[in-house]
């Protein structure tokens, strides 16, 4: 599992969901790649690295939301 990737965006520092989804992808691909071997112990700690690199990315794209509503929240109250 990775730690959570941080980019600049629009001059904002978030937290980078394009990393853990393409590990996440990876990961699916590695496991698929062990049950052909029928390497199933390989498999499963393939896929359980991509449910990992999955909820770092659900909490990149909760946080990206978090932040989108706080900017509309604030833009609504002007």
């Given at each position: 599992m990775t730690d959570k990737v941080m980019t600049i965006f629009e001059g904002r520092l978030m937290i980078d969901y394009a990393y853990p989804s393409m590990m996440a992808e990876k990961a699916i691909k590695q496991a698929h790649e062990h049950m052909l071997e029928r390497q199933y112990d390989e498999a499963i700690?393939?896929?359980?690295?991509a449910i990992?690199?999955?909820?770092?990315?659900?909490?990149?794209?909760?946080?990206?939301?978090?932040?989108?509503?706080?900017?509309?929240d604030k833009a609504s109250a002007l």
């Open positions: 700690e393939a896929a359980l690295g990992a690199e999955t909820k770092l990315m659900i909490n990149a794209i909760k946080d990206m939301k978090e932040r989108s509503n706080g900017i509309h």
